[in-house]
C-alpha cells in the first residue's frame, strides 16, 4: 500500500515568548496557521523492517526529522514493519516555516494511515512532541493556540480564509540565537510581564474578519531579529508596497509573510518580487479536518 500525503508549512499569527523555564526552554503563546505551501510525502510500505529514505538532500539518519518521526513510531506501536519514504521538498529550510516539523508530522500520519488508524491525534501529537516543538501542531494542522514550548494545543474554528505571500530574503537567525536575544533583552525573563495578548486575533479570525486579523499580528521575535537582519524589515516594506494588508515574521525569521486582499493579488506581488530575485510562493490559509 502506497500514500501520497501533503506536510503543509506554518506561519506564526501571532508569537511571544512570555518566560523561560528552568530546563531552558522558554514557554510561548502562539496562533499557529497551516497554509497550502508544502512537502510532498510518498510512504510506501513494504517487506521486512527497514526504514529507506530519499528526497530533499536529506541524510537517512536522526538528523532526519522524517526518519526520527518513523522510528518514534515504530518504537510506540512496538514492533516496525518496513516502510519507502520519499520526500518532495518544496518548503524552504531553516526559514521559520516548520518544514522538518511539517514532514515529521506527515509521516507520522502517514504511518498511521497503514496502520489502521492505531492511534489518536492526540496521541500523535504527544507523540510528536519527543521530536521537535512544532510537530504537535503539524499533526493538527489548521488553526490552533499553542502554549507551553508548542506541545498544548487548542485547535480553533477560524472563517479567515486568507490569500497570502511568504517570502525569503538574506540569512536568518537561528531559533537558538534568536531566544538568547530576548533572554539578554529581558534579563532571562526574570521579572518580565506580557503586555500582548492572542485574544483580539483569535476573535477575529472566529468571527471571519480579515481585517481585525490582521490588525492583530504579533511576532516578539521581531524587535530582535529585524536589527541584525535588515532583509527582514525590507521585504516586510516590499509586501507592503505591493498591496498587502499587513506582513509580520514568521518564527524567528527570515521568512515574512503578507496577507492580501484575494489570491489574484498574491500572485501579482509573488511574481513582482520574484522579477527581483526574492525567493517568494503565493499560497493561502489551511483548514484541519479535525475540528
Not at 67 to 83: C, E, I
Not at 249 to 254: E, L, Q
Request: negative net charge.
Amino acid at each position: 500500500m502506497t500514500l501520497t500525503v501533503r506536510a503543509n508549512a506554518k506561519i506564526n499569527l501571532f508569537l511571544d515568548v512570555v518566560g523561560k523555564r528552568e530546563d531552558g526552554y522558554h514557554d510561548i503563546v502562539s496562533v499557529m496557521q497551516s497554509v497550502s505551501l508544502c512537502d510532498t510525502l510518498t510512504v510506501a510500505q513494504t517487506q521486512g523492517d527497514e526504514i529507506a529514505f530519499s528526497g530533499g538532500g536529506l541524510p537517512n539518519d536522526e538528523t532526519n526529522l522524517v526518519v526520527r518521526a518513523a522510528r518514534a513510531y515504530f518504537a510506540l506501536r512496538g514492533k516496525p514493519f518496513g516502510v519507502r519514504i520519499t520526500l518532495d521538498k518544496q518548503i524552504p529550510m531553516a526559514a521559520g516555516l516548520g518544514g522538518g516539523s511539517a514532514d515529521a508530522a506527515a509521516t507520522l500520519k502517514a504511518l498511521n494511515a497503514l496502520d489502521g488508524d492505531r492511534f489518536t491525534v492526540e496521541e500523535l501529537a504527544a507523540l510528536g512532541a519527543g521530536i521537535g516543538a512544532d510537530v504537535p501542531f503539524c499533526v493538527w494542522g489548521g488553526t490552533c493556540l499553542c502554549h507551553g514550548i508548542g506541545e498544548r494545543i487548542s485547535p480553533l474554528a477560524s472563517r479567515v480564509h486568507a490569500a497570502l505571500v511568504v517570502a525569503i530574503a538574506g540569512e536568518g537567525v537561528s531559533t537558538p540565537q534568536a531566544f538568547g536575544l530576548l533572554d539578554r533583552r529581558y534579563q532571562d525573563y526574570a521579572s518580565f510581564t506580557s503586555e500582548a495578548t492572542p485574544t483580539a486575533l483569535i476573535n477575529a479570525m472566529q468571527n471571519g474578519d480579515l481585517f481585525g486579523t490582521v490588525s492583530a499580528l504579533f511576532n516578539r521575535f521581531e524587535e530582535v531579529t529585524e536589527p541584525l537582519r535588515p532583509a527582514v524589515s525590507e521585504l516586510k516594506a516590499m509586501l507592503m508596497k505591493q498591496g498587502a494588508l499587513g506582513v509580520l515574521m514568521s518564527g524567528s525569521g527570515p521568512a515574512v509573510f503578507g496577507i492580501f486582499p484575494d489570491a489574484a493579488a498574491a500572485k501579482r506581488a509573488a511574481d513582482q518580487l520574484k522579477s527581483v530575485g526574492v525567493r517568494a510562493y503565493d499560497c493561502h490559509t489551511v483548514e484541519s479536518d479535525k475540528i
